[in-house]
């Protein structure tokens, strides 16, 4: 039922009930009228006849006293001066006098009414009220036995209808002007509750539909919006028209980094801020609305394809302008899943859902914004897949590792690996990292999965010092393994039980994973250092953290992210970025590994910034552990030195 359906049902009832009670009131009050105005009739007529029987009884004693009574039936003049006496109203006038009766006027109808033959047969005086053809009339018998007189008479009422006239009258006019008053008091008043109903319904309405934060249309509204907006004339519309809508979710990256060091007033301000933003999209057809959390949507109607990416464009341009909050300038930036109206679905949810799995894309590879395209359907059901498989893989140990050398410039010498995790899926064939370690971190066995690395890394490190080969492996950690309690004395319960020396395991922590909660990761390498093991900052450069921070952290290495690398030839911004870590790591006394090194002209580079330890394809890709055993051991047999040249191997 619509609220309209409610507030008209709601009037209808106040208006009924009022004329209801109007209708009971207006009975009541006729009834006690009616009733007090025959009582007051039928008094008066009382008194009315009473008068005239005493004045014809007066007279009739008068005249009995004097004529003869046996002539009296007989003695015309005497009837006639007794009839004379007769007002035209009384249609009845019966006496008995010395056992004489004598029917001065009468009329057959009311010879056989029960209260007169009772009175006159046990000659009690007394009187009542009979109807005669829609006439009221008053008979009185009086009975004076010191007399022997009895007289009846029977009267037609004057009193008795005039006042019962005269009420009724103006009973009528009462009734009628009380109803008319009700009705209309009955509909004001329905339509002044009507009116707060829908004002409250209205507010009721808004409070459910509106987001209380940022003021803007919410979740409920959106579907809503959508039951109103899939109508069979817009379908056709766009059908016809090959135009388009699209809906566009915005998701702000590092909200919660945001809102876990700043605070929950600073996030909701900057949530805002960004609303304030989004609302001023010159896009005339467009609508925005708060998703949820740090998630926007704006559902923008009559569109072409270009339109839709130049505002993708502009919203992602919008949101990266610095925001003022709370004394702090934040540089934000956001991700952008865009899916179309009819292309990417036909219910509003499908359409959601690919916007979603578009965002998510943009945010992973840090696009900005991406329109949503059948083949990253595809890729999410796998990974909805994979995820459901971790277990599994993790109990058949479907995970190995493969290690990826770090060398020492220039001569290229191998100081040690990086573990890096391959999952061999006996149907995908080798799945590398990036298609499962973010459904790893965001699974129940993220611990239990380090926990497994840990120990083949470890195990490895045994093997090989068995075999005479000394060699550091660099583990990666995931930043929710910092939450592990147990992390630290599993890894120094490996390490003792495998005889293996702490400094020849190291471990990877992403900057932006370090960063996030330092006073946390600082108490876990702090424990991690006293137990001996090597600590790096991996990626560096690629997060928002200050390079204050490093100075907090107790690490041995800082890891170059390899985007730097890329162009360190071309690029003089990428020399002078690379150039100034290492000056900086070599005043807080850390060594520098650049990543992702992949020619010689990006080595000559390095080596001559002054770069000693680099890693990448040049040097070798990540190798299976046979793959590095045999490197190793047959370097070792060329030359008797530890240290190997690998460039000698490609
Ligand atoms: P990462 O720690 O930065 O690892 C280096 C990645 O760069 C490796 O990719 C490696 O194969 C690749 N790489 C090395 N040299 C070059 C180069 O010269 N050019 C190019 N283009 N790439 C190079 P991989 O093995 O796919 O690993 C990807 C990421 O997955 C790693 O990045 C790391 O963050 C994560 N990862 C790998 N193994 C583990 C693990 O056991 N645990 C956790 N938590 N994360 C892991
Ligand atoms: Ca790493
Ligand atoms: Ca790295």
Known sequence: MTNTDLSLALRKRVLYSSIGLAIVVSAIF????????????????????????LQLTKSIKAIVSTADLNELSLNESVKTELIALLD??????????????FKLRNSSFYAQDEGIATAINTKQSSYDFIENEAEMLIWVY?????????????TKTHALDKAISYVSNRLFITAFLTFWLTVWVALFISALISKRFEQSNDRLKYLASHDMLTGLPNRTYLYDYALSYFTPENVKKHQDLDTLFAIYIIDLDKFKDINDTMGHLVGDELLKAISRRLRNLKEKNSQVMRYGGDEFVVWCDDLNESDAI???????????????????????????????????????????????????????????????????????????????????????????????????????????????????????????????????EQSMFVH??????????????????????????????????????????????????????????????????????IDKTREVFSQLNKLGVKLSIDDFGTGMSSLA?????DVDYIKIDRSFTIDVVTDSRDEAVISSLLVLCQKLNKLTIVEGVETIEQANKLASLGCTLAQGYLYSKPLSAEEITHLLSKRKAETDNKIINIKKFN
């Not at 991700?335 to 690919?354: E, F, H, R, T």
């Not at 929710?480 to 922590?509: G, R």
């Not at 921070?549 to 952290?553: E, G, N, P, R, T």
């Open 30 to 53: 006729i009834s006690v009228a009616f009733n007090l105005s025959r009582d007051l009739g039928q008094s008066l007529e009382l008194e009315h006849s009473n008068k005239m029987l």
């Open 88 to 101: 035209k109203d009384v249609i009845g006038f019966e006496i008995w006098v010395n056992n004489k009766h």
């Open 142 to 154: 009086e009975n004076s036995p010191l007399d022997d007189l009895s007289i009846l008479m029977v």
């Open 310 to 440: 130049s505002l993708a464009e502009d919203i992602v341009l919008l949101c990266r302008q610095p925001i003022k909050v709370s004394n702090y300038v934040f540089e934000t930036s956001v991700s952008v899943g865009v899916a179309y109206y009819p292309a990417s679905g036909q219910q509003l949810d499908d359409i959601l859902k690919n916007a979603d799995i578009a965002m998510y894309q943009a945010k992973k590879h840090r696009l900005g914004y991406q329109v949503f395209q059948q083949e990253l359907f595809t890729r999410s059901e796998f990974r909805i897949s994979l995820r459901g498989q971790l277990n599994a893989a993790l109990e058949k140990r479907q995970f190995v590792l493969h290690y990826q050398p770090k060398v020492q410039l220039p001569e290229n010498n191998i100081v040690g690996v990086e573990a890096l995790v391959r999952w061999l899926h006996p149907k995908e064939g080798m799945l590398m990292p990036n298609m499962f370690i973010d459904i790893v």
């Open 448 to 517: 239990e999965f380090t926990r497994y690395v840990l120990l083949q890394a470890i195990m490895q490190c045994r093997e090989w010092l068995d075999n005479g080969i000394e060699l550091s492996i660099a583990v990666n950690i995931s930043p929710y393994n910092l939450m592990d309690p147990e992390l630290v004395s599993y890894l120094s319960d490996l390490l003792k039980h495998y005889q293996v020396p702490a400094e020849l395991i190291e471990i990877e922590l992403t900057e932006n994973a370090s960063m996030v909660n």
């Open 549 to 553: 921070y490093i100075k907090h952290l």
